[in-house]
Every structure is written in structure tokens, then in C-alpha cells.
């Protein structure tokens, strides 16, 4: 069974630092890996993916993640944080053989001080 | 953008009562829509998958009779919580895939319901 771990339930990080969110995983195969943002009494915004390719995977408002097999590790980064990046994010995996469903990890708070 | 309109966007009622909540693909068609739970600070807990044309899949534990889903249509699915108490209070997440996308394509997510009932 495909798992994903978001060991922070939240993290903090002072605004214009870096910061840092971190995603472990486990699935049969090669891994599809997608982060997602969520913000108060809202649905999930699609961030980045990783399929293959290029590690280090850059998406939408500055994020980015790198792919790394060995640790099975698909950590956000952003070099600079805003406030408004204060939200809830969720890392998720889906096998990449046949139809599978994507499994969510438990998501992890970030909050940007000012 | 692929959009996906989830409405309405909050309900409260009394208990006993049915709601139904719709999820729309608004610019495109969508085989597939996953229904998910969201209990507070907690991950998506995936209810079911819609399937267009056919029966939905649950989750296990989901009952089937409680949580009744239709996908009539390539741009609609439905959630209509039967007979709902207290305990079925929760925000409630669909989303979609696009039916020309490729499996490692990214969902698709409305904007919940939040559902509380008295």
C-alpha cells in the first residue's frame, strides 16, 4: 500500500526566510508526487508535480520541491516565505502503474511571521 | 484553468434531513470525481470515487446507503447525505479529473461545502 508522511503538523518560519515542508513517501513504482495548498474553508490548489525528469521541480508563487528517490523524500521549499503563505499544505503519491488512487498525506500547517 | 464549482458552499440544517451537494466540471469532462472528507486539522479521507455512468466506488467503512453519489452526467456528480445527524458535520471536497489528461495529472478540487448539522 502506497503511504505518505508530512512529519510537521506545522511549521513556523519568520517572513523573507527560507522555509521548508517536509514529505516522505512509499509506493510501489515510480511515484507520481504532487504538493497542494489549502487556505481556510477552500479546496485544494494544485502547486507542483513531479513525474519525472529534473528532480528539483518548481511550481506556482515561487515553490518548489526536490525529488529525491534514495530517501524517498519530496521536500517544499521556497527560498523567501511570505505571509501570505500561511496555509495548510498537503504532499500526496499515486503510483505510476495502471489506475491508482492518489493517497494524501496528513498535511502540515505553515505559518509565516511577520 | 480547469475549474471545478462545488456547491453550495455551506449548509446547515436539522437533523433528519437530505442534503445534496453537486460538484461541476465547468470547462471540462470529467469520467472520474473523488469525493473526500476533511475532519478539522486532519487530511482528505477519500468517501468514494464517481464514476459517469456507473456506480460509484466506496471506500471502505463509507456506507453506502448514507452517502449516496450520482455521476449522470460527464460534468456532474452529486453527494447527497441522507438522513443526516450531528455527526455527519464535516467539509466536504470534490474534485475531478480532466478525461483527456493522463493519469499523472494533477486533480482538480472545488472549494468544499461545509456542512453542519443541528
Known amino acids: 500500500a502506497q503511504s505518505v508522511a508530512q512529519p510537521e503538523d506545522q511549521v513556523n518560519v519568520a517572513e523573507g526566510n527560507p522555509l521548508t515542508v517536509k514529505c516522505t513517501y512509499s509506493?510501489?513504482?515510480?511515484?507520481?508526487l504532487f504538493w497542494y495548498v489549502q487556505y481556510p474553508n477552500r479546496g485544494l490548489q494544485f502547486l507542483l508535480k513531479y513525474i519525472t525528469g529534473d528532480n528539483l521541480v518548481k511550481g506556482s508563487y515561487g515553490f518548489e520541491a526536490e525529488f529525491n528517490k534514495s530517501q524517498t523524500s519530496f521536500h517544499l521549499k521556497k527560498p523567501s516565505a511570505l505571509v501570505s503563505d500561511s496555509a495548510l499544505y498537503f504532499c500526496a503519491v499515486r503510483g505510476s502503474g495502471g489506475y491508482q488512487k492518489v493517497t494524501f498525506g496528513t498535511g502540515t500547517k505553515l505559518q509565516v511571521i511577520p | 484553468g480547469a475549474v471545478v464549482s462545488q456547491h453550495p458552499s455551506w449548509v446547515i440544517c436539522k437533523s433528519g434531513t437530505s442534503v445534496k451537494i453537486e460538484c461541476r466540471s465547468l470547462d471540462f469532462q470529467a469520467t472520474t470525481m473523488f469525493w473526500y472528507r476533511q475532519f478539522p486539522k486532519q487530511s482528505l479521507m477519500l468517501m468514494a470515487t464517481s464514476n459517469e455512468g456507473s456506480k460509484a466506488t466506496y471506500e471502505q467503512g463509507v456506507e453506502k446507503d448514507k452517502f449516496l453519489i450520482n455521476h449522470a452526467s460527464l460534468t456532474l456528480s452529486t453527494l447527497t447525505v441522507t438522513s443526516a445527524h450531528p455527526e455527519d458535520s464535516s467539509f466536504y471536497i470534490c474534485?475531478?479529473?480532466?478525461?483527456?489528461?493522463?493519469?499523472?495529472?494533477?486533480?482538480?478540487f472545488g472549494d468544499g461545502t461545509r456542512l453542519s448539522i443541528l
Open positions: 509506493v510501489s513504482g515510480n511515484p507520481y
Open positions: 474534485s475531478a479529473r480532466d478525461s483527456r489528461e493522463r493519469g499523472n495529472q494533477p486533480q482538480h
